[in-house]
């Protein structure tokens, strides 16, 4: 069985500083992880994903995760907080090979507040 | 942007009442899903469909059915709307190429008095 916990709720940054969402996850097989974005009254939308090779993923809007087999974890983190950011995050993890039906389980979400 | 359509976007109904939301999508993709999002408990799985007239149970099914009888078009039915129903509903979709990311539409706040 495939879970994921995300750390924080909530999470408030200064504009300019370190974003840092954690993300730890569990799966009986080698895993594919995703980071899901979500403006308010929006849907999901995929900001990066892990699926084989480099651990350290780049996504859009300057945002990164590094895939850390040994420690079970995909932080995604960004150097500098902008207003724009201001969203609720997801972490996913699916044990679904590409191609097929994907069971994808989603974290319960991170919301990133940036204060001016 | 994937071409996802969810309608209605907003809908009230009251309790005992039969509600069918529609997700629509114009990338024929093989796979599609309907997931429901609550404070503290993330996305949730309701049923999702690998083809015309395939489909099967997520993880919270009860109370709730599909139908998807073209590619493009997946409802999802409360047969008897409940208060616990009340939630966010979004449709997503996958292909059946090698890729394994899911696009998801706008979604569809129900709310169940």
């Known amino acids: 069985a495939q879970s994921v916990t995300q750390l924080g709720s909530h999470v408030s940054v200064s504009e300019g500083a370190l974003v840092l969402l954690r993300c730890n996850y569990s799966?009986?097989?080698?895993?594919?992880l995703f980071w899901y974005v979500q403006y308010p009254n929006q849907g999901l939308q995929l900001l990066l994903k892990y699926t084989t090779g480099a651990t350290l993923v780049k996504g859009i809007n300057g945002f990164e995760a590094e895939f850390k087999k040994s420690e079970t974890s995909f932080h995604l983190t960004k150097p500098s907080a902008h207003m724009s950011d201001a969203a609720e995050y997801f972490c996913a993890v699916s044990d679904s090979p590409p191609g097929g039906y994907q069971k994808v389980t989603f974290g319960i979400g991170t919301k990133l507040q940036v204060i001016p | 942007d994937a071409g996802i359509t969810q309608s209605p976007r907003h809908k009230v109904t009251e309790t005992g009442t039969p509600v069918t939301l529609r997700c629509h999508q114009t990338?024929?993709?093989?796979?599609m899903y309907w997931y429901r999002q609550d404070p503290g408990h993330g996305l949730r799985l309701i049923h999702y469909s690998y083809g015309v007239k395939d489909t099967d149970k997520g993880e919270v099914s009860d109370g709730y059915s599909v139908s998807r009888s073209k590619t493009e078009d997946f409802l999802l039915t409360l047969e008897s709307a409940t208060s616990s129903q009340t939630s966010v509903y979004f449709c997503?979709?996958?292909?059946?190429?090698?890729?394994?990311?899911?696009?998801f539409g706008p979604g569809t706040r129900l709310t169940v008095l």
């Open positions: 799966s009986s097989v080698p895993p594919y």
């Open positions: 990338e024929n993709h093989r796979y």
């Open positions: 997503a979709i996958s292909p059946s190429s090698s890729t394994d990311t899911q696009y």
